[in-house]
């Protein structure tokens, strides 16, 4: 049983994944989670008005997303997840149904080939995106460069592009991706998504799915593997503070007094609960160049999700993008977690970039939502509602702006024994459970890195 121990403040994917990986390191992890729950912005809970289990919002991945299902694999969580072979996405407009549908081609002529029968875009509006693609491909991103200074459309205006494809294509990938709309997201992530997604392999854009409640998904597997292998979860312990002796970062304070000793600690918090644990070093955190100030200027974007639970279906598809309307995206959750709803149809609209939903009342939600359905799919119309609720995660991802780059921060600090997770570190990759889980595997490889001997590869620590 490994001795070695690290610290792991937050019990979110990032701090999950990352004692996973200690644990395949030979390192004894200790999650500390100042909730009562694991899995961070990735949970499940009970309704207390309506009494249903609901996710805090619909979680998807794609098949690019590698080391979150390896994550996923490692925890045994496998067969609670559902992936696709290649990309089918059906997309809604003015009652018409049309899909993204990539065909059995070899490469990246299979996303390609999802623009042929893709009847929301005309003739010259494919060849115009054929042309941004081809840009896409042939950009050489950096974050130092001009991409990450400007908006992804005005790059795309500049690349060919106008409102029918962007409004069509661009934008329908790029709003739920990032939880911003293309207009304010930066051209480097909008470029960096688009060459991994469309411009890869099959495989890439092929939608994955959880068949469970996140809780269960992220936060009991989870559990269960890294107690079985001998790491420990503290729930309910609220950190204060980093202690440091010698100039090295030895545990934390929790904020009951509680001192917690490790060889080393990461924190997988978000950037804004970062920033107060720090110590106060000369040259640290009060210098104004100092490493970790450039994570303050993180900001956050909202999503709304609205719940309609239907006394029968009225979605026949398992989800559906809608264009021209507030909709978006619209699950059937009934479907997705092969659940018996009665004969009833529990739906989930999911609002991304939720500027316009963040404040309004449930009252009004269920005026503007109700009548949107009802509107698009005409079962809804005959349909009485059973249950109806909001969740509204204000602070749901980052924002990946232009000038965000520089705000990610490496997982390994200048303090010696201190190491970052959080999908908002520097992985390359926006806010998602992939980046989440990137972030705590490179802050549990680089500990083992510099811990030197006594860190191996394998589960049990063989
Ligand atoms: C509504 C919604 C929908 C989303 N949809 C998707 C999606 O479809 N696909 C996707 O890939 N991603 C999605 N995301 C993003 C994804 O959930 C996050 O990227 C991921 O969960 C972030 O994980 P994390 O561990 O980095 O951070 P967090 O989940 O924020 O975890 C940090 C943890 O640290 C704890 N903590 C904070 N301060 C302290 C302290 N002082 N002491 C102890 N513990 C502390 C917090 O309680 C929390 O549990 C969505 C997010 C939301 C909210």
Redesign the pocket.
Known sequence: MATRTVVV?????????ASVRLIQLGLKPIV????PF?????YSFTDRETGAEID??????VGA?VQ?QQYIRDIGAWDQVRLEKRMALPVLKHGRLSQLRARKLPGPLANLSALLGYRHVGLRGKMRILWGLLSIRLTRLNPDSVHDHVTFDDWLRDHGQNDETIQNFWNLIIL?SL?DNISVVSAYTGIMLFKIALLGPARNPAMGIPLVGLSTL?GDNARQFIELHGGEIRTG????SLKIDDARITGVL?TGGESIDGEAVIS???AA?MTP?LPKVPGGPDSPDDFFTPAESIKTAP?V?VHIWYDRPVLREKYVAVLDSPLQWVFNDTDLKSRDDGGGQHIVI?LSGAWDWKDRSKQELRAIFTAEMARVFPEAQRAKIHKFTV?K?L???FRVVPGSQKSRLSQRTPLPGFYL????TDTGWP??????VR??NLAAEYIAEDMGAGARLGADGQ
Do not use: Y
């Open positions: 403040i937050g019990g979110g994917i990032a701090g999950l994944a500390l989670e100042k909730r694991l899995g961070g912005r990735a805090n919002g619909q979680h998807v991945f997303c979150f739920p939880n992220a312990v609220d950190v204060a929790t997988s918090v978000p609960a644990l999503i999700a999911s969740v995660m602070e749901a991802t997770a959080g999908d908002w806010s998602t459970m992939e980046s989440a972030s705590g």
